[in-house]
């Protein structure tokens, strides 16, 4: 659903940045911006995400298996940060080069990405496959959350 800043009403568009440190091949899968985590984003209104990319920081992100990576989403996860609705997820099961960004694969159901005021846009990642150097590392890196107002 690609956008220009004329299709937007008033021309309005924000943009959230939620940053994340390395991560071993071996480490867990976790969830940022939910909780007490500083880095949370709570929708200040209602909004539709229009997209999210993700920006590797420490370093080139080499990833040369496509059966052991490292799987990024967005999700909503409601007022109490308990929700799971998936907005985007980004399989990087290819090489991303530092300072880059690749954009996540968004819902296609337009109502999906609908947040309301005060509900939390949270990032995460888990492993698919084993645990491999060359697959499941993360190197640290920012994630780009656009929206717009509705």
Known sequence: MPVAIGDIPEGT????VITHAALASNGGSAAYGI??????????QAGIILGCDWEPTGGNQANSKTASYRQ???YN???NGAGT??????????????NNTRAMTMQTNTASLTAAAGELIAVSHI??????TMGTVLVAGVFHIKWRPI
């Open 13 to 16: 568009l924000r943009a959230e």
């Open 35 to 44: 909780g007490t985590d500083a880095q949370r984003f709570r929708m200040p």
């Open 72 to 74: 990024l989403k967005l």
């Open 77 to 79: 996860g409601s007022t």
């Open 85 to 98: 609705v998936v907005l985007g997820s980004l399989n990087m099961s290819a090489t991303l080069a530092s």
């Open 127 to 132: 492993s698919v496959g084993g645990n491999d």
